[in-house]
């Protein structure tokens, strides 16, 4: 079929006022009888049609308001019900259809999770339960009633406020109605049929009205929901103090279940989490388990206005909903927990994974203009880049503008589907401002590239700064316009302190934000005394990539004085990052690697300061990855030489910091029981960065402080990480860990998905194998997608040397494992198939590979739209 363009956009033909269903849970024959009150839409194509989506659906009757339709009338397809000639008014269909819940692999639509009725209707999953106009901007009034055998199914849950239950007479069946008053699009329906447990707690909202609020998961299972209620009640006072969003329902319910295919959905009143991101317990959850389990809730919750209330008018908005909530999560993470420590991760995530999308044949904009499969657009870019966009425009507005346009964005557009102009449009009015070229940010792709260099002009008493920005031809965009760039900065004097920013043309500089509008571009500060050390792109203001002419003593200053904390982090990143890449370039061409001499100075001026948060000290700790490496170096890639060049420089950064490394790790031992807030987080997260740095020295003492902390551990989070630090660097010491390990937690499938991904991620050679035979181990299963991203994934993802390695096997059981689990579940598999995004970048024989496999999937017979999609955009 051909792309879905975003200028075709038309309205519906037909409305849909309200929606009855019956849905009749069975395992294998499930029956659902909508009644959908339809009307033509005055904004439609007069006297159109009704065409009605399905998919893989069995109908079993259809009635026009009473009376069954005769067959002439209309016509079924594998992926449409249409009434020819239906009557140009409003009208009632009655539409009767069977699924089959327990053969539902794909898990879209209604399915089952070990036993439990669940839905996925995001993005075009309703389809899958009965025929309807699958589009967001079809909004209806929603009324279900779900009915199961009681003993299969005694929890039945919908959406909005529960109306009814009871007994179906002289069955063993059960029932119960539900109704959602707030008009939705059918992606946001859902229902749940199953045995399960559940916590319960109120929650009084803003203006006093009472929320019973229910968590549900696997028997058994309760104690670990406790702190996925508790981060679902400071997220619902958050968004009411924060953005003065208040809930709207009596009932908020959570359902966790074990196969699912993404983190979770914000069905209106009714969310469905992957169990991942809600089950936590000292004994079987990390601290960034913690983490993320309050990022997901809050992310689902906050939905409920940016997503819910506003919802998308087609799926090319998507960042609508996903940019902007993703940026509220980031906020509510930030004010929980330490706010610059949240920057340093966001920005970590957006640049090991969005940035590589960017660079890739996958590229797209925050907002494609075209797509053949929507389900492979939930990206890193319509999510994290989105989240950047939505940062530009606080940034550029101030906060008081910022909320001013929030405010009329939620005020004006509740109960619509929505579109990215609609929301520039009140941040626009709110503000008096022209958005026009930021609105480049949703259009073009690409990360821009923004060259800064300064000259201090001593006899002047005057500092210049001199911008360039370009933005790279990205797949069907070789033409780029230059944007809004909000470039957040500090002059740093010599005494280590900020100095007055006085611009020289009146702009509005002296808030420390530069505005880069022009291809390029120069600023001048005034009454600059003294050589400054620039500070650009504070904060990460803008998601571009920065190069400057700063040498590494300015460097060095900034990671020691820096005041902003993200940039203080950064410049010693930046340090590591340019020796990492020279090291590569000796390893690769068999000379002696250079001394990291900078790089210890500024990692050992960070360990000597005892004023900053340990979270933070454990980020600056951290060595950049091999990918951030390969992303750097940009192409003809070889990852063996960059694992060659960041092993041996821990190992230097070891010998040399192994005091001070020691002193913090004795400093930090656990005082206390285990508690998942930041500050005891970022302690342990300190000393146990400590431990794996004084490990990859590699001596007897650092491998036994491994062991004895593997030993001793009380708590997941020194438990797994000393086991990594172990099965990493202490070959022998591996394999009894691993086993002691997997003794421990073998009932318990999501501690057994660490296990399995940490084993994936071993770079050596015996790694295929060992994924390999993992594969057949009785903890996997390939049906659930949990443990397929924890093996398969995490080769893929996180196992740089290995998955490309240069005789090309470990190209071939990734695709290998795509073609296979495609038959089953194929957004899974495109999924999967994305880790190839960056082929391009490596060196010919790798590249010649990584081509090969995509190539072998590409001719597969029958492949899915979704790896279609895929592996077209990949060799394209
Ligand atoms: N809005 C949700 C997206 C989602 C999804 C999309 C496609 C297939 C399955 C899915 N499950 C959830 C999640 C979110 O971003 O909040
Ligand atoms: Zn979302």
Redesign the pocket.
Known sequence: PPPVRLGDYQPPDWLVDTVHLDVRLHPTASRIIARLALRPNPEGREGSPIVLDGDELSLKSLALDGVPLAGTAYVVTPTALTLLAPPQRALTLEIETVVNPSANTKL?GLYRSSGTYCT?C??E?FRRITFFPDRPDVLAVYTTRVEAEREEAPVLLGNGNPVESGAVEGTSRHYAVWHDPWPKPCYLFALVGGRLDRITEDFVTATGKRVALGIYVEPGKTERAGYAMDALKRSMRWDEEVFGCEYDLDVFNIVAVAD???????NKGLNIFNDKYVLASPQTATDADYANIEAIIA??YF?NWT?NRITCRDWFQLCL??GL?VFRDQEFSADARSRPVKRISDVRLLKGHQFPEDAGPLAHPVRPDSYREI?NF?TATV?EKGAEVVRMLKTLLGDEGFRAGMDLYLDRHDGDAATVEDFLACFADANGVDLTQFALWYAQSGTPQVTVSGRWDEAGRSYRLDVVQTLPPTPGQSEKLPMVIPLAIGLVGPDGADMALTPDDGSNAERGVLLVTQPRQSFVFRDIAERPVPSLNRGFSAPVKLSSDMSTADLLFLARHDSDPFNRFDAAQTIALSHLVEATAAARAGAALPAPDALVAALGATLDDGALDPAFVAQALSIPSETDVAREIGEDVDPDAIHLARTALRRAVSGALAPALEAIYAHHAPSGAYSPDAASAGRRALRNTCLDLLAAGGTAGSLARAQAHFDTADNMTDRFFALSVLAHTAPLAREAALAAFHERFREDPLVVDKWLALQAQIAEPQALERVRGLTHHAAFAWSNPNRVRALIGSFAGLNPTQFHRIDGAGHALVADAVIDIDGRNP?LAARLLAAFKSWRSLEPMRRASAEAALRRVAEKPGLSPDVTDIVGRSLG
């Open positions: 879209m996925q995001e993005a999953g699912f295919n993404m983190g979770a959905m914000e992310h689902e939905h997503g909903k996903e909530t389900n939930y999510y957004q």
